[in-house]
């Protein structure tokens, strides 16, 4: 019936010549020749309009078929790993209209090239270089794309540092290795003595950073909260698509959603029903081009691309507007004045902002971004920034009590993120890439910028998520016993050392961070831990565990961050390692060979034997391998990229702190460090002199009265 209907469509499109679109010709010149594989491709109207509403009719039958889904068992359980995938990419209100219209485009687009240049026996690549430079003729879809375009709430694209790498030019995936066999060939390799299974014995987590600490984990994943939200497909009736069953296997052909690409993990024998073989992916949700044309997918950044706190302040006054009391300029806390935190989410609220956790007490916090509660690192940055608005709102309105709580708000949330971004940028950036490299970002011409307001999606998909190779899986204090002991005929107070965390068990299982100085421990075992260091070895709660639930086989099922950053870089369109390599260092890699100067022999042979080309290995696999530059934390890559959007960030911000010459700004940002954050937001008595690095000689823990 499906088809019968389909066919009757057609043909009234064609007789009718609706308002949406005109009759179907072969691809045509303008003189009406056909067009042969070595001529311009050019489209006439009349096709445009054909690839739109045939477009339309493929998502409006899509509509269908997700309400089948809705109404079948595969469901998003609030208690899974999907879920907290979910909660990582939801998309607000606004995200959900452009990609619904970004859909329907690329679907046409899919028809300009299968039905037009396929056919005429065209180049792929040269017939999406066509398409894209056409806009969208005069119909619905265009004014609607423009409307959206138009509005304060305006969302953008990631920009590309190279152009979309697609199979089709357009958004298929390549077939390249395993992503979730790539991870488990290099966790094997630096776990030997890992039982894949049962991995609670284990002990070995892998090389340590001998100088960087926790912290440098923690600032480099709220900077991402802040310049980087790729957000999920869902439903046209609003609901989340789930790509597995209940007991993590695949869903079947007639359950799974078009936006599905799931992981999926070799398992057999007695692993079969201890292991999960599928593991959720959803792909990103998409956004029209500025100018409303044709073309390749391209992702949308929910984030508000500069670094202006929007994890905690929101990236839209409706969503600010719920965070602030509207009294002397501050933002809402609990009710714990003694020990603020953020507020806590109600019953009335949306309250499926974490996952259900019965083995400790949970609550669930909410700030300006639903990734607040993703893990305790994070988490206490976000209430270090929210009690630091507050000290400063109630200073300013010491010192101006006539002004009002927009006036107080206002400066407050100025004064605030020019400390964050000059901690960023003397501090963070530093130690990520070096002082050297550091340096010329803080002192370049920002005329000779990009200066496009864009974050590259190059940075948000790969770059910046370099620190989970760092994240350790267990966060440890140490602390005096109450008994002292004589050794070398010396009395001396023994130390021991407590686990605070693990974080296979954390991830969004917010606890109360008021409670019994919970805040502070946790922030002054950041301060002193080590790192893990940054290299192909991911800790299990990462790499296994990420996630992690019971599913109602009771069987623990956990994803892989590594896995799930590969297969985003496909869905992205990222092109391969060796392209960026090349565009980063001005040379040329033509063998395996050529990667010698760039990553060590090890990670090298194993990357021979998963990738079948030296120019087929994924942009993050190939960049976590490469060794670090001289005293900087990351290789040549990850530098270029990481070094490139920082620079565009700061270029483009006309209220970056170091622009704002106001008095009453300086007073409060000039000299301003990390550690007097830290200070003025805990309780702590002595900090790191450098937040960044473990506490040393070379980097020695100094009182707070004397900062």
């Known amino acids: 019936m499906k088809c019968i209907f389909l066919v009757f469509y057609l043909i009234s499109i064609i007789n009718t010549r609706s308002v949406h679109c005109g009759l179907f010709d072969i691809l045509t010149k303008d003189n009406g020749e056909d067009v042969t594989s070595n001529e311009k491709v050019i489209f006439t109207e009349p096709e445009l309009l054909q690839a739109i509403d045939l477009a339309q009719f493929s998502y409006n039958q899509l509509k269908t078929m997700e309400e089948s889904i809705s109404n079948s068992r595969i469901q998003l359980s609030n208690t899974s790993s999907s879920y907290a995938q979910y909660l990582e990419n939801l998309p607000n209100n606004y995200t959900k209209e452009y ?3 970004a859909q329907i485009v690329l679907k046409a687009s899919k028809y300009l090239l299968n039905n037009n240049c396929k056919k005429a026996g065209l180049d792929d690549k040269k017939c999406v270089e066509a398409i894209s430079t056409y806009k969208l003729p005069k119909c619905d879809l265009l004014e609607q794309c423009e409307q959206l375009n138009k509005t304060t709430m305006s969302i953008k694209s990631y920009r590309r540092l190279l152009p979309a790498h697609y199979a089709d030019g357009l958004s298929k995936m390549f077939d390249l290795p395993s992503p979730k066999n790539i991870s488990n060939s290099f966790f094997d390799l630096t776990r030997p003595d890992v039982d894949l299974i049962n991995e609670e014995a284990a002990t070995y987590e892998g090389v340590v950073d001998e100088e960087r600490n926790v912290a440098l984990v923690q600032w480099s994943q709220f900077i991402e909260h802040d310049l980087v939200k790729t ?44 292991l999960p073989s599928c593991l ?8 029209v081009n500025e100018d409303c044309s044709f073309g390749p997918a391209q992702q949308i950044n929910q984030a508000s691309n500069y670094l202006d706190l929007s ?17 002397n300029g501050e933002l809402k806390i609990s009710n714990d004045p003694l020990s603020p935190t953020l507020p806590e989410i109600d019953d009335i609220e949306d309250n499926h902002l974490c996952m259900h956790n019965t083995t400790i007490d949970t609550v669930c916090y909410k700030s300006g971004d639903s990734r607040v509660n993703v893990n305790p690192y994070v988490t206490t940055l976000y209430t270090l920034f929210l009690r630091s608005h507050n000290r400063i709102a109630k200073q300013l309105q010491k010192e101006h009590p006539t002004w009002n709580d927009t006036e107080l708000f206002a400066y407050a949330r100025r004064i605030n993120v020019g400390i964050y971004q000059k901690i960023v ?19 370049r011409n920002p005329t000779t910028c990009i200066n496009d307001g864009k ?40 130390m021991t050392e407590e686990n605070i965390l693990k974080l296979k068990e954390e991830y969004y299982k917010p606890r109360d961070l008021a409670e019994d100085e919970e805040l502070e421990n946790i922030i002054d075992a950041i301060l002193k831990q080590k ?17 992690r639930f019971q599913n109602n086989q009771q069987k623990d099922v956990g994803t892989d961050v590594l896995a799930l950053d590969i297969l985003r870089g496909r869905d992205h369109g990222l092109s391969t390692y060796t392209k960026y390599l090349e565009r980063c260092t001005k040379t040329t890699i033509q063998s395996w060979t050529d990667l010698k100067s760039y990553i ?14 030296y120019d087929k290995v994924d942009l993050i696999m190939g960049a976590i391998a490469e060794q670090p530059k001289p005293g900087a934390t990351i290789g040549e890559t990850f530098s270029c990229i990481i070094g490139e959007q920082l620079t565009n960030t700061r270029c483009s911000d006309k209220n970056f702190y170091s622009n704002l010459n106001d008095p009453i700004f300086k007073q409060f940002v000039d000299n301003y460090t990390g550690a007097k954050l830290i200070c003025d937001t805990t309780r702590l008595t002595r900090v790191p002199r450098n937040i960044f690095h473990v506490p040393s000689e070379k980097n020695p823990m100094i009182y707070c009265k004397d900062i």
């Open 99 to 101: 990609d619904k219209i």
């Open 425 to 443: 940028y003397s501090e963070w950036l530093n130690i990520v890439l070096g002082i050297s490299e550091a340096a010329t970002i803080n002192n």
């Open 311 to 327: 994890q905690l302040y929101g990236n839209a006054e409706d969503i600010t507007d719920t965070l602030r009391t509207f009294y």
């Open 231 to 274: 957000v999920f497909q869902i439903m046209s009736n609003g609901n989340p698509i789930e790509c597995c069953q209940d007991d993590a296997t695949n869903a079947p052909p007639r359950y799974r959603h078009p936006a599905c690409s799931p992981l999926m993990v070799d398992v057999s024998g007695e692993d079969y029903n201890r």
């Open 455 to 494: 974050v590259s999606n190059e940075f948000a998909t790969a770059g910046i998520r370099f620190y989970y190779s760092m994240m350790p899986g267990d966060l440890k204090t140490t602390k005096d016993v109450s008994y002292f002991v004589r050794q070398n005929n010396i009395i001396i107070r023994p």
């Open 531 to 547: 790192a893990m260091a940054m290299d192909t070895g991911y800790v299990a709660d990462v790499a296994k565990h990420y996630y």
């Open 280 to 287: 959720n992916y959803v792909r990103s949700a998409l956004n």
């Open 600 to 613: 060590n022999n090890e990670d090298l042979e194993r990357l021979k034997l998963i990738y079948t080309d």
